[in-house]
T-cell receptor
Framework: KAGVTQTPRYLIKTRGQQVTLSCSPI?????VSWYQQTPGQGLQFLFE???????NKGNFPGRFSGRQFSNSRSEMNVSTLELGDSALYLC?????????????FGPGTRLTVL | GIQVEQSPPDLILQEGANSTLRCNFS?????LQWFHQNPWGQLINLFY???GTKQNGRLSATTVATERYSLLYISSSQTTDSGVYFC?????????????FGTGTRLKVLA
């Protein structure tokens, strides 16, 4: 079974631009979560989607948004990019929305904001 | 909110040595996982272990939920074990889930 895939793997943008990242979960998994990893803040939860609805949200500004499609694929969008948005963005999938589920991570998208 | 701390923050071992990594959490949790992050950033699942003990080859883990800690044991370490090890917990908080990653232990295994 194929793992979680994320595209693109690397991205360079300039301040003020917006960016869209994509995540395809493991086949049959319906819950997708997003995380941001930076050297200063570590790994932080952004949001979780299940059945095309945002179910949980971390403490990030409204510039960070996402959506999930009927095939469970998910996208996250960051608008008006800031230098501090430079990070590794990780997507994780699990079979369903349950606190007891194991999460499986993709390879990440490394975003650099200049 | 819940705090998740890992120790030691850094660890250097000679190949073949054993080690114990610790994850302490400040409140009860419903779910705990251990991950290994390789140099390319990929998080690799090691254990899903909200309680009890599990073993997988040279690795084993124990979670004592009532005392709010988990341990990851690495035996006969190899250079490929190098990387950062994270524990991550989930708990219900105010009707929603909270997902918290620990601070990580950076392991370097020398040949």
């Amino acid at each position: 079974k194929a793992g979680v895939t994320q595209t693109p793997r690397y991205l360079i943008k300039t301040r003020g631009q917006q960016v869209t990242l994509s995540c395809s979960p493991i086949s049959g998994h319906r819950s997708v979560s997003w995380y941001q990893q930076t050297p200063g803040q570590g790994l932080q939860f952004l949001f979780e989607y299940f059945s095309e609805t945002q179910r949980n949200k971390g403490n990030f500004p409204g510039r960070f948004s996402g959506r999930q499609f009927s095939n469970s694929r998910s996208e996250m969008n960051v608008s008006t990019l800031e230098l501090g948005d430079s990070a590794l963005y990780l997507c994780a999938s699990s079979p369903r929305q349950s606190i007891y589920n194991e999460q499986f991570f993709g390879p990440g998208t490394r975003l650099t904001v200049l | 909110g819940i705090q998740v701390e890992q120790s030691p923050p850094d660890l250097i071992l000679q190949e073949g040595a054993n080690s114990t990594l610790r994850c302490n959490f400040s409140d009860s949790v419903n779910n705990l996982q251990w991950f290994h992050q390789n140099p390319w950033g990929q998080l690799i699942n090691l254990f899903y272990i909200p309680s009890g003990t599990k073993q997988n080859g040279r690795l084993s883990a124990t979670t004592v939920a009532t005392e709010r800690y988990s341990l990851l044991y690495i035996s006969s370490s190899q250079t490929t074990d190098s990387g950062v090890y994270f524990c991550a917990v989930k708990r219900v908080d105010s009707g929603t889930y909270k997902y918290i990653f620990g601070t990580g232990t950076r392991l370097k295994v020398l040949a």
